[in-house]
Structures are given as structure tokens and as C-alpha cells.
């Protein structure tokens, strides 16, 4: 079955410090991709996306992800986090395959940032 | 304001009392969706609707019903409610289905609704 790992439940950092969050997800064929962010008590809101082209996407924020198809995964960046920023964190997928209409979200990555 | 809107926000309830939680957009998308979500599982995807009468089952339908007889609105039925359908529950929208690349297919989410059943 496909499915959608993000390599960390919690992230702890301070501000100013760099952030990475890991997804990888398992299928063969063409996929669109998704982070999503959930700040607390809030519902989801899109950070970016890819569909096509340059691997490399920028989302808003300061965040960007990039594609990288012979590994499968998708990994959310940001070089300077904030306070701000503490906020839960989904990847998703959605598998490009005729009238396959899901979209898969990985357990989540808890991100907390300290002044 | 283009908008995904849920009610209840909040619905404490007793096992095996039939609920409906309501979803509605504005937005005159064609695809519409439930997930639930729970510590440490994301969000898994109960039900779909590419359109109008054109329903399907996610990854956790059992014990659950959806209906789309209007284009805006795509509620969530609880037939009989138990204790392991706690959860936070979202509803979504999007212009188009997921499969579509051509489309703008963004999914738009709903503020969420805290179900417990006790």
C-alpha cells in the first residue's frame, strides 16, 4: 500500500536555527506533493506544493522543499526558523493514476521552537 | 471570503446516538472530502466526492456515511457512534480531483470538528 513517512515525530530548536523535515513517500508512479502546516488550535493550511517542473519549490514563510524523484522523497526547509514557526507539520501525497483521487498525509512532525 | 465552514465545532455525544457533522464551501469546487486525524496517524481520508452524487470511500470509511446532493455541501453521518470514532475531523475541498494536474488542485480545509463519544 502507499504511504507517506516523515522521519521525525517532535523537532526541538531555537530560533534562528535551520530546519529540515524528512518525507519520504512509497510509489512508483507520478505524484503530486503537499506540506501542510497545522499552527495550534488551527485547521490545515497549504506551504507549498509541487506538481511539475523545477524540483526545487518555495512556498510561503521562507519555506521550500525539494523534490528529489530517485530518492522519493520531499524534504521542507527553512534556513532561519522563528517562535512563529511552532507548529505541526504534514507532507502529503496524491498518486497521479487514472481517477486514483486520494491524498495520503504522513504522520506528522511536531515542531517546537524556543526563543 | 472563500471558505470551507464545519458545525459542530465541538460535539461530546454517547455511543450509538446518530450525529451529522455538516460541511459546506463557497468556493463551487467539485471534489470535496473527510479525513480524521489522530495523535501520531496524521490524517487519514474517511470519504470523498468528485461531484454531485459521485461519492467513494477513503482509507477509513467503516462506520461512517456521507451524502452530496448539493455541490456546496458534503455532510459526515454517524449512524452509531462508538468511543473509537473520537477524533478531530476535517473536511476539505478542492476545485477539481486530486488526479488532475492540470487543475489548481489545492485542498481547502474546514476549522475542524472535536468529536468525543463517550
Known amino acids: 500500500a502507499q504511504s507517506v513517512s516523515q522521519h521525525n515525530h517532535h523537532v526541538i530548536l531555537s530560533e534562528a536555527a535551520s530546519l529540515e523535515l524528512g518525507c519520504n513517500y512509497s510509489?512508483?508512479?507520478?505524484?503530486?506533493l503537499f506540506w501542510y502546516v497545522q499552527y495550534p488550535g488551527q485547521h490545515l493550511q497549504l506551504l507549498l506544493k509541487y506538481f511539475s517542473g523545477d524540483p526545487l519549490v518555495k512556498g510561503i514563510k521562507g519555506f521550500e522543499a525539494e523534490f528529489i524523484k530517485s530518492k522519493f522523497s520531499f524534504n521542507l526547509r527553512k534556513p532561519s526558523v522563528q517562535w512563529s514557526d511552532t507548529a505541526e507539520y504534514f507532507c502529503?501525497?496524491?498518486?497521479?493514476?487514472?481517477?486514483?483521487?486520494?491524498?495520503?498525509f504522513g504522520a506528522g512532525t511536531r515542531l517546537a521552537v524556543h526563543p | 471570503e472563500a471558505q470551507v465552514t464545519q458545525n459542530p465545532r465541538y460535539l461530546i455525544t454517547v455511543t450509538g446516538k446518530k450525529l451529522t457533522v455538516t460541511c459546506s464551501q463557497n468556493m463551487n469546487h467539485e471534489y470535496m472530502s473527510w479525513y480524521r486525524q489522530d495523535p501520531g496517524l496524521g490524517l487519514r481520508q474517511i470519504y470523498y466526492?468528485?461531484?454531485?452524487?459521485?461519492?467513494d470511500k477513503g482509507d477509513v470509511p467503516e462506520g461512517y456515511k456521507v451524502s452530496r446532493k448539493e455541490k456546496r455541501n458534503f455532510p459526515l453521518i454517524l449512524e452509531s457512534p462508538s468511543p473509537n470514532q473520537t477524533s478531530l475531523y476535517f473536511c476539505?475541498?478542492?476545485?477539481?480531483?486530486?488526479?488532475?494536474?492540470?487543475?489548481?488542485?489545492?485542498?481547502?480545509f474546514g476549522p475542524g470538528t472535536r468529536l468525543t463519544v463517550l
Open positions: 510509489y512508483g508512479g507520478t505524484v503530486n
Open positions: 476539505a475541498s478542492s476545485f477539481r480531483g486530486l488526479a488532475d494536474r492540470n487543475a489548481y488542485n489545492e485542498q481547502f
Open positions: 466526492s468528485m461531484n454531485v452524487e459521485v461519492t
Open positions: 502529503a501525497v496524491t498518486l497521479i493514476s487514472g481517477g486514483y483521487n486520494k491524498l495520503i
